[in-house]
């Protein structure tokens, strides 16, 4: 995947960061839950009476923005410089560290973070660190 930095938009970048912000910390005060993609996809595999409504509703919610979004503009083309298999391994080692971390990126990184947690620092950190050796051995040490 690249960057268009000539079609990067910082304005537009920070607004959605906000509404994520927004939305999590309402989530949080509405409901009392953490807005953690992980977790709410977790509990729908794992059903329990009464918990169900909301989690299909969020999930619907992740599905049908885009749906929406198509209606006002045209969805942006991505390109993914990666074999069905490595995208395969990726997403199968992200879920795997999604367990062991007890939760993922917007679980820890967005929700967590706000609330000061300690463990969701490390674990940010730790995401963040993974990611940044892994383009860095990938890209420039194994030239993929």
């Not at 939305?23 to 009392?32: P, V």
Request: glycine residues 16%.
């Amino acid at each position: 995947m690249s960057i268009d930095w000539n079609h990067f938009t910082p304005l537009a970048a920070s607004a959605g960061g906000v509404l994520i912000g927004i939305a999590a910390a309402m989530f949080a005060l509405l409901n009392g839950r953490i807005a953690g993609i992980s977790g709410v996809l977790g509990g729908l595999l794992r059903p329990t009476e009464g918990d169900m409504a909301w989690r299909i509703a969020f999930v619907l919610g992740l599905v049908g923005a885009p749906l929406v979004y198509v209606l006002f503009a045209v969805l942006p083309k991505p390109q993914i410089d990666a074999s069905y298999g490595a995208l395969i391994l990726a997403g199968l080692l992200v879920g795997i560290g999604t367990r062991y971390g007890s939760g993922c990126t917007s679980g820890h990184g967005v929700c967590g973070l706000s609330r000061l947690s300690p463990r969701s620092l490390v674990a940010t950190l730790a995401f963040m660190g993974a990611g940044f050796v892994t383009v860095f051995v990938t890209r420039h040490l194994l030239g993929i």
